[in-house]
């Protein structure tokens, strides 16, 4: 509609919705990155059991169920039941096949607005957990994640290297999916703007295309 916003379908089937994922290098690497995106959830939006938000990965991130690397990992945003938010990471201390991921039951999303994700990024030390994700809305710290051992190597190719552009319900089974009042799958919708990517921490305290002069 002569917009900027990426508009998103969710369509509904037997795992969730459909996979809607591309990987983008960021052309550099480094260990400390804040990823800054914009969403509207659509008025009817159903969040159902919840699913996938955008992230940051290393060249070769780990995410859907695939077993662990040293050199791999991913750390993602996601969406839950109820309109609540929360990190999902896989890293190396998971302790079965999925991320991991801490949620606040205090913050909603509300459907028709749009919010200001900052989302803050930074890999540990090797075979130290001192990484995190912290989770920013509209300039407030939603979820701090602490004490992450992302990587369980050194070496250039286990940095932050591209953004993981990743949204869908699920999940591995129907009941993650968005369902008509008969039932049957369909399809909900949401809308994606103002994507930026910053060195370091650099956090947006409001929807728009609000970067400073200069990132931190």
Do not use: C
């Not at 919705?17 to 995106?37: A, H, K, M, W």
């Not at 699913?51 to 690397?69: Q, V």
């Not at 607005?113 to 900052?118: C, E, L």
Request: no cysteine; glycine share 12%; proline share 6%.
């Amino acid at each position: 509609d002569g917009g900027t916003a990426l508009k998103v379908r969710y369509e509904g089937f037997e795992q969730g919705s459909r996979r809607v994922v591309r990987q983008i290098p960021l052309g550099e690497s480094g260990d400390e990155y804040t990823l800054q995106f914009d969403v509207r959830f659509d008025d009817d939006f159903q969040f159902v059991r919840g699913g996938k938000l955008h992230g940051l990965g290393p060249s070769r991130p780990i995410a859907g169920g695939n077993d662990m690397r040293p050199d791999g990992w991913s750390a993602r945003a996601n969406f839950a039941s109820g309109g609540e938010t929360r990190t999902y990471l896989y890293n190396q201390d998971q302790p079965g096949r999925f991320g991991t991921g801490k949620r606040n039951p205090d913050f909603t999303f509300t459907p028709g607005q749009y919010h200001a994700i900052s989302f803050h990024v930074k890999v540990n030390d090797p075979e130290e957990a001192n990484g995190f994700a912290h989770i920013y809305v509209d300039g407030e710290l939603i979820i701090p994640h602490d004490e992450v051992r992302f990587r369980g190597e050194d070496g250039d190719n286990t940095l932050i290297d591209r953004v993981l552009f990743s949204t869908f319900h699920g999940g591995s089974s129907p009941v993650w999916a968005p369902v008509d009042e008969d039932g049957e799958f369909t399809t909900v919708f949401a809308w994606y703007d103002n994507f930026a990517v910053y060195r370091g921490k650099q956090i947006r305290q409001k929807p728009g295309d609000d970067r400073p002069e200069k990132s931190e």
